[in-house]
């Protein structure tokens, strides 16, 4: 395209549609804040475009991508954590205000706050500035929804307890468990499935039964007494049934 031809990309998106008088009526005429849409300026957004592809296909190859055992929807003591762009709001849901009976309120109507307020944008900023200090009101909103958003984040990865969700998600080697056998049953029975999982792979509430080297008296021992986050009490059955549910989780996984 020659100069002053065909379409062309203006550096500025506050030129009014309608012409005025003052305003010449070829856009070339301002050297170094116009150029042609084809080839020149698309051609830099795709030189850029294929920059970032490469960067983030080296990334995904020299990291890959953590991968965690098989949903278990038995195992409530799993701590889902959402993916970084997200650990804002997850924080949010963690204060008093905004989580349990005001779960709504930081579900719903402070993020609908924050983005609905992307909606004033045009009206609180409809001057002719472009310099940030010259629009105190819209850089003052960006600067504290950015320094919430850093704030947020932060606090959430701090308060994370990295090593209980490695080991919620670690991937254990299945073992094959007889859910018909008496010992599963009563298992079942004392709510122990609820901690260590249907298949008792464990989660991050209780350890996983497939991989303990205990003898049937030792696990009779917590099963009455306790151990760590499990409370004493829990299996309410007889001695011949705690017997028969120790000796099921002694041998699971080994050859009889």
């Not at 005429?29 to 296909?57: D, I, Q, R, S």
């Not at 609180?124 to 947020?152: K, N, V």
Request: hydrophobic share 40%.
């Amino acid at each position: 395209m020659h100069r002053g031809k065909g379409m062309k990309f203006v550096g500025d998106s506050r030129v009014p549609v309608s012409r005025k008088p003052n305003i010449p009526k070829d856009y070339s005429e301002f050297p170094g804040k116009t150029e042609a849409f084809w080839p020149n300026f698309l051609l830099k957004e795709w030189m850029v475009g294929a920059v970032f592809l490469v960067g983030y296909l080296c990334l995904t190859i020299a990291e890959p991508s953590p991968l965690e055992r098989i949903a278990d929807p038995t195992d409530t003591g799993y701590i889902p954590l959402p993916d970084w762009y997200f650990l804002f709001l997850y924080q949010l849901l963690k204060y008093s205000y905004a989580s349990g009976p005001y779960n709504v309120i930081g579900a719903f109507i402070v993020p609908g706050i924050a983005f609905g307020a992307l909606l004033l944008a045009p009206f609180l900023d409809s001057g002719p500035e472009r310099r940030p200090a010259r629009r105190p009101i819209p850089t003052g909103f960006m600067l504290l929804a950015i320094a919430g958003i850093i704030f947020l984040t932060w606090e959430s990865v701090a308060t994370h307890d990295w090593k209980a969700a490695e080991a919620q998600g670690k991937i254990v080697k299945e073992v094959p468990i007889d859910k018909e056998a008496e010992g599963y049953k009563l298992m079942e029975k004392n709510t122990c499935l609820t901690c260590h999982g249907e298949n008792l792979q464990g989660g991050a509430a209780a350890p996983a039964l497939t991989e303990i080297n205990l003898k049937p008296e030792e696990i009779a021992k917590i099963a009455k007494n306790g151990k760590g986050n499990m409370p004493a009490g829990v299996f309410k059955g007889t001695d011949e049934e705690l017997k028969t549910l120790s000796e099921f989780v002694a041998n699971i996984g080994k050859d009889k």
